[in-house]
């Protein structure tokens, strides 16, 4: 990817190059949501951990490969937003920043909310934010959802959370998520956008037997720290590309 080599060439000429710039655009994942509980005051509160977020991971083995780049990444992620709520606030959050690269992450809490009967509104919610990233000159990857949970968990507490985990179950389960990550990943076939399918690597462990369940930091739709790293090394991956 181009995104890359302005990377490098920065790294090589401090003062040819600007700065690189990256927004990581999406949901609870990407603003850095980790483990979740319930408050007699709040409902449900959330830990936030935004330096293990997958864009500041990914930042780490950038400034080894380029100590001099000094990349600047942008955090973009709001919990609980939805592909809507991303067009909403493109401009503002995305556009304005004037990035090179904008890493786009959007579905999970689309298809808990909506269901099935959404996932046609949420590819062309897709489709919008990714051709407007384009047309702004910025290069884009999108990045597929991890699974949610299959099950409620005996650890998960609280009748909000166990609701919200019982929803996450259902559409995991009847392979409405899956739905939506191969309708996006159909649109961003055809803007000729990379994909960094972290739902399907899920997939694959899950085929091999693997309690996915076990890898959700919340037991219900954020990944472990450990396994946000799987994620930042795919990005990696897909932007040496």
């Known amino acids: 990817m181009k995104i890359i080599e302005k ?16 927004v990581a655009f999406g949901d609870s994942n990407t603003q850095g949501c980790f483990e979740v509980y319930e408050t007699e005051t709040e409902g ?7 330096k293990n977020a997958y864009h500041a991971l990914l930042s780490r083995p950038l400034s080894e490969l380029f100590p001099k780049a000094a990349v600047t990444v942008v955090n973009a992620g709001i919990s609980g937003d939805s592909s809507e ?22 579905g999970s809490n689309d298809c808990v ?7 046609d509104t949420y590819a062309e919610n897709m489709k919008k934010i990714l051709s407007s990233i384009l047309e702004s000159g910025s290069e884009v990857i999108l990045l597929t959802p991890p699974f949610g949970c ?11 959370l166990r609701k919200i985990a019982a929803d996450v179950a259902d559409v995991q389960n009847n392979g409405v998520r899956t739905a939506y990550c191969e309708r996006a ?19 694959r462990m899950a ?9 959700l930091s919340n037991h219900i739709n954020h990944p472990t720290r450990e396994l946000t790293h799987m994620t930042a090394r795919m990005l990696l991956d897909t932007m040496l590309s």
Not at 152 to 160: F, H, K, M, Q, R
Not at 207 to 215: F, N, R, S
Request: charged residues 25%; glycine residues 8%; hydrophobic residues 45%.
């Open 7 to 22: 990377i490098a060439q920065r790294n090589n000429d401090n003062h040819g190059y600007p700065i690189p710039k990256i």
């Open 44 to 50: 449900v509160s959330v830990v936030y951990d935004m």
């Open 85 to 106: 709520g991303g067009l909403k606030r493109l401009a503002r959050d995305v556009l304005s920043e004037k990035p090179d690269l904008v890493i786009v992450s959007f």
């Open 113 to 119: 909310v909506h269901g099935a009967a959404y996932v």
């Open 150 to 160: 299959t099950k409620v968990s005996d650890l998960t507490e609280g009748e909000n």
């Open 185 to 203: 990943k159909a649109v961003a076939e055809t803007l000729g956008i990379a994909v960094c399918d972290v739902n399907a690597k899920w997939a």
């Open 207 to 215: 085929e091999l037997g693997v309690d996915t369940d076990a890898l």
